[in-house]
Structure formats: C-alpha cells, structure tokens
C-alpha cells in the first residue's frame, strides 16, 4: 500500500445508510471520486441481484463507476487476490442484498488494514430493519444516515415505500423486489403505510387508553 491519504493506523468501516432515493449511492461515489484526486487504490463491488445495472453502481443524477459483482460476499476476498494492485479502499453498493457473511467480510477486510466504504438500505418497505445494515452499522466506526422527502407532506423521508397497482404493498409480500420509481416512493413515519401489519396488542391498547385519557382529560378541562 502507498503511503498517501491514510495514515499509519488503517482500517475502519464507514457506513453510509438510509431508505430510497436519499442519495446514498451518490454519496459514495463522491467519497471514491474525491479518492481518485488524493492517489488512493480502490475497488468497488455490489450484490449481481441488483441487476438495476451490470458491472457498475450508478447514482440517480447519472454517475456511474465500475465494480465488480458477487453473489457470495466471500467472492470479495477471491476478486481481491486477483488484482494486480492491492487497494487501500473496498466500497460495496447496496450491501442490504447480500448475506449476513458480508458482516464478517467487511469486519475482515477492516482488520486487515482496508478503509471499507458501505451504503445500504437501513430498513426494507415494510419499516422494518435490514439486519446486515444493522449489524454493520454496530462494528462500523462512522455511520452516515441520510433521509430522502416525503412525497406526502415534504417532512424527512425515512421510509421505503412499496407501491403496487397505485396502492401501498400488503405487509405479505416478499421483501425483495428489485426496482426504481416504478415500485418505490419515500415516506415519513406517519404517511408511510402497511397493509396487514401485525400489531402488537400492548402497543394498540396504549394508543386507545392514551386517546380516551386525553379526550377525558380535555372535557374535564
């Protein structure tokens, strides 16, 4: 490795998470693009279920860059150790798709002196976490949440939202399903909705003893 941009101590994991459309992949490509003006060596990698692209990360403003694709997060080490040149930097685009193992992948390459950029979804449409993303997120050393808009009242959009036939997906469905625009919306906590979601029995007497509580507490008044 070269002795540029990094100091002695290298190793560490950035994250880089949050719902659809907030700019995550923009992100990193402006974190690498800013690398190729300080002369580090990276390498970009990202799940082949995306198939959104072939062989590259793309942003939604029109960037693009080259990386190579996996299907098992163990295919990073084998694609590392057939380079000519040993990168400083390992960045990995939509890491919500992949297995668990790319936890210990990332936690690895860390170890072993690698400055390891993610970006991945934080939750999938039904509000509920991508445990990957979790799980990086806790051994990763910096964590960089975004939020998008919400498209129902311009308040932070945290939440994926999944649209079928104009309406919001049932909480049935299957998690993954690949798409764009056509699927996707982004929503706030309180426009975003499941249809058939559980609820939690403690959870939904609450909300009804908190709403007969301060209607009764407003009569009184």
């Known amino acids: 490795m070269k002795n540029n941009a990094f100091g002695k101590e290298r190793g560490w994991i950035?994250?880089?998470?949050?719902?659809?459309?907030?700019?995550?992949?923009?992100?990193?490509?402006?974190?690498?693009?800013?690398?190729d003006y300080a002369d580090v060596v990276y390498k970009v990698f990202k799940p082949k279920i995306d198939t959104r692209t072939k062989n590259e990360i793309a942003s939604r403003d029109g960037r693009k860059m080259k990386s190579l694709e996996f299907d098992n997060p163990y295919e990073i080490f084998e694609r590392i150790l057939e380079l000519d040149i040993n990168p400083q930097v390992i960045a990995i685009d939509e890491?919500?798709?992949?297995?668990?193992?790319?936890?210990?992948?990332?936690?690895?390459?860390?170890?072993?002196?690698?400055?390891?950029?993610?970006?991945?979804?934080?939750?999938?449409?039904?509000?509920?976490?991508?445990?990957?993303?979790?799980?990086?997120?806790?051994?990763?050393e910096y964590v960089e949440k975004?939020?998008?808009?919400?498209?129902?009242?311009?308040?932070?959009?945290?939440?994926?939202?999944?649209?079928?036939?104009?309406?919001?997906?049932?909480?049935?469905e299957p998690v993954v399903q690949i798409g764009n625009y056509e699927k996707y919306t982004v929503k706030c906590r309180h426009h975003h909705k499941i249809p058939g979601k559980p609820t939690i029995d403690e959870v939904k007497k609450f909300k009804t003893d908190l709403k007969n509580h301060l209607k009764k507490k407003e009569t009184n008044t």
């Open 95 to 140: 890491a919500q798709f992949a297995d668990e193992s790319i936890v210990s992948v990332c936690e690895a390459l860390a170890e072993l002196g690698y400055i390891v950029y993610v970006s991945a979804l934080d939750r999938n449409f039904k509000n509920e976490p991508f445990m990957v993303t979790g799980k990086i997120a806790c051994i990763a």
């Open 14 to 35: 950035e994250l880089i998470c949050g719902p659809m459309f907030a700019g995550k992949s923009e992100e990193l490509l402006r974190k690498l693009k800013r690398l």
């Open 146 to 172: 975004l939020t998008a808009i919400c498209t129902d009242c311009g308040a932070p959009g945290t939440v994926t939202q999944r649209i079928v036939n104009d309406k919001p997906s049932n909480y049935d």
